[in-house]
């Protein structure tokens, strides 16, 4: 078992949709989680990060964090075309300051 | 303020040969860590410091592979007699708390 794992994609949404992005992990003891967008050749950027069990709301993003299921989500509301990029989850490793990436979601938000 | 920066940007190499990359950490930063991202995957966790210590060498692939920040600012990974497979992307992080700030990486192609 992968320990953060992502569906890889495509995710294709419409323009104005709602793009529910998902990841789980396999650490119980994982504390902080990570979102990071990467447009293709470009660098990772970090969208959000949540560490409390629960929905954290920044903007058009919300990361939900549930875990008792061990599963982290990043909901994008209104997306635009703009949004198409490829989403990756990051889950600390616990007591060290150690990151580990899924392999990342592909989305395509078409107009 | 200056964000990471990676030097060099692009090195191709003969097989065999050694090669230093170079990193220069958000200025206050503390922590430094080096990942490897292959097409198509998340960033994949190699090493990290605090200030000069190495605090985790565990993701190096094999003992070609090493890194120093002798004054806990910039640091360089080295790749010692380098083969066609440590053809990747070679990406830099750093951080002052828990979320990292990733520089534009090296991308490293080994002939």
């Known amino acids: 078992q992968k320990e953060v794992e992502q569906n890889s994609g495509p995710l294709s949404v419409p323009e104005g949709a709602i793009a529910s992005l998902n990841c789980t992990y396999s650490d119980r003891g994982s504390q902080s989680f990570f979102w990071y967008r990467q447009y293709s050749g470009k660098s990772p950027e970090l969208i959000m990060f949540i560490y409390s069990n629960g929905d954290k709301e920044d903007g058009r993003f919300t990361a939900q964090l549930n875990k008792a299921s061990q599963y982290v989500s990043l909901l994008i509301r209104d997306s635009q075309p703009s949004d198409s990029a490829t989403y990756l989850c990051?889950?600390?490793?616990?007591?060290?300051?150690?990151?580990?990436f899924g392999t990342g979601t592909r989305l395509q938000v078409f107009p | 303020g200056a964000g990471v920066s990676q030097s060099p940007r692009y090195k191709v190499t003969k097989r065999g040969q050694d090669v230093a990359l170079r990193c220069d950490p958000i200025s206050g930063h503390v922590s430094l860590y080096w990942y490897r991202q292959a097409l198509g995957q998340g960033p994949e966790f190699l090493t990290y410091f605090n200030y000069e210590a190495q605090q985790d060498k565990s993701g190096l692939p094999n003992d070609r592979f090493s890194a120093e920040r002798p004054e806990g600012s910039i640091s360089t990974l080295t790749i010692q007699r380098t083969e066609q497979r440590d053809s990747a992307m070679y990406r830099c992080a750093s951080s002052s708390q828990e979320t990292q700030y990733f520089g534009p990486g090296t991308r490293l192609l080994v002939l």
């Open positions: 990051a889950v600390n490793i616990q007591n060290t300051d150690k990151l580990i």
